[in-house]
């Protein structure tokens, strides 16, 4: 699939572009792999078109069952359960968070929250940091009042820093508060929504109404995690780059209700077994079937597609929707 990089707040990097072999561009920092999610407010900024013209979207609304298979659509229908993108951090992001499944049935008319996860494939600078969940609990005052004073570094001082290096992963549950710094290079998993909380709203949107997500603040703010991860960072953040197998699961159980990722090592041939899968090639180069595949390639296969070979000398991500009896009913 071609590059999809609707334009975001905050500016890029380069990597996206010497993974992929384009340009780069400022505000092109992300891009929806296989998406059929729109932007907040979007009637169909970020969807992904197919090589045929056709929309991801439509065509898997048209054939749930042969794109998603017969037990993912008897849960969810024509819906994917998952968005897949590349996201190259040119400058820090704020500090915000995602509202959980029950917060966005209650409040925004959606069967999805907004879990995500991060799979660091390259970074920049002397210090690549992430910053994932508070140090210590924080009142629910002290939030608003942070966020009413647009009081930046209380935020930041507040948050976890942990820095990252390729291989590392991160999970990032719904309502946790977080922010990824310039230079950090990752395939992010999530919840096929655009649902943000921006708590650091200044010097970053043009006002405070996107951040809240048309709730008002005292509403939005209900959905953050202000619990402290001080002491817990292990359950959310995991290296994986000693670990070589043909497939190496990248995130653990805590992840299936959501999604699944793993990296694959194919020096000469592995079995897909069939599913939705979302594929970015990272190294090397072979073939998906007959469809040759190189470094910088993204695909989406169809689980209609049934068992496909992954063949030659490379090294890919694939990502898949939840395991099916992990996920509560909606």
Known sequence: MPANQPKQFYRGGEAIAALRGGT?????????????????????????????????????????????????????????????????????????????????????????????????????????????GFRDDVPADTVSDWVATQDTKAMLDALNPVCVRPGDTVFVPAGVPHAIGEGVFIVELQQPTDFSVTLEWEGFLANDDIGHLGLGYDVALGCVDRQG???????????????????????????????????????????????????????????????????????????AAGELGLTGDLVAIRCRPPVLSTVEDA
């Open 229 to 303: 991860w001080g002491g817990r960072l292990d359950q959310l953040v995991r290296q994986t780059s000693e670990k070589w197998a043909p497939s190496v699961d990248l995130l653990g159980p805590d992840a299936n209700p959501f999604f699944q990722a793993d990296r694959l090592h194919v020096e000469g041939s592995f079995a897909l077994e069939p599913s939705f899968a979302v594929l970015v090639v990272l190294e090397g180069s072979g073939k998906l079937g007959e469809l040759e595949v190189h470094k910088g390639s993204t695909l989406v296969v169809p689980h």
């Open 24 to 132: 780069s561009g400022d505000f092109g920092p992300e891009d929806w792999v296989a998406s059929t999610t729109t932007l907040f407010g979007r009637s169909d900024a970020g969807l992904t078109t197919l090589p045929n013209g056709v929309l991801l979207r439509d065509a898997v609304q048209a054939d749930p069952t042969g794109w998603l298979g017969a037990d993912h659509a008897a849960k969810f229908g024509g819906d994917t359960a998952l968005l897949v993108k590349l996201l190259d951090a040119g400058q820090r992001l704020p500090v915000h968070c995602h509202p959980s499944n029950a917060f966005a049935s209650s409040h925004l008319n959606c069967r999805h929250g907004k879990t995500e996860a991060w799979i660091v494939v390259g970074t920049t600078g002397p210090n690549p940091t992430v910053y994932i």
